[in-house]
């Protein structure tokens, strides 16, 4: 294993509830700098018919993502909503001795362990302008059942209330370009 204490590379931690819109967010930062890297998880949640698996996620079954902790392939793994998500080692770890930019789009749960492992990493937290905003997003997508979706919201609130305490860069998702500006701007000047 690479020795990730010697790394060259920046990891930036992007965080939020549900539906604020933090993986458009995270494509058009991506966009904006060079030599990024934006880190692809595994889920046990099941695909949603707009989502390409190897895209969005790597969506494997609950007995593989067990394997892969066993093994220690994962950097970080949390349980959200009822399934389960992770960060693969292997490719952040390249990443960053390639001096890249790796961007890990994760919950506040695995955000606390991947802090552990690169303790300047950059944490932003996104949040939305108005709690109607984010439930208008969320009915929007309408990728959730109705009670899955209330899950969503009730975590989205002590997911901000935690925030507070391990981001140190919190930007409002009004108005996307805006948001992605912030973002650029926070990543290149840490
Ligand atoms: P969704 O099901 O909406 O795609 O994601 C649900 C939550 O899981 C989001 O807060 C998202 O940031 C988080 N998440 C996605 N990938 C990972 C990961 O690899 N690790 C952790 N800890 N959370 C993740």
Redesign the pocket.
């Known amino acids: 294993m690479n020795d990730i204490k010697n790394r060259k590379g920046k990891v930036v931690i992007v965080?939020?509830?549900?539906g604020v819109g933090?993986s458009t967010i995270c494509e058009e930062v991506v966009k904006r700098l060079n030599d990024v890297y934006l880190?692809i998880?595994?889920?046990t949640?099941p695909r949603s018919k707009a989502e390409v698996d190897g895209e969005d996620?790597w969506f494997i079954s609950e007995q593989e993502f067990q394997e892969r902790i066993d093994k220690g392939l994962l950097l970080?793994?949390?349980e959200?909503?009822g399934?389960l998500?992770?960060?693969p080692r292997d490719k952040v770890e390249e990443a960053v001795q390639a001096d890249k930019t790796v961007i890990?789009?994760?919950?506040v749960?695995?955000?606390k362990q991947a802090k552990a492992i690169f303790p300047d990493a950059v944490m932003i937290f996104i949040l939305p302008p108005t709690e109607k905003a984010l439930i208008e997003r969320m009915n929007h997508r309408g990728r959730d059942a109705a009670d899955a979706a209330e899950k969503?919201l009730n975590g989205a609130s002590s997911?901000i209330a935690a925030a507070w305490q391990h981001y140190k860069h919190m930007v409002i998702n009004e108005d996307l370009q805006q948001a992605v500006d912030e973002c650029v701007q926070i990543i290149e000047s840490s």
């Open positions: 965080s939020g509830p549900s933090k880190s998880s595994v889920t949640r996620y970080e793994y949390a959200v909503f399934h998500y992770g960060t890990l789009e994760i919950d749960q695995g955000a969503r997911e």
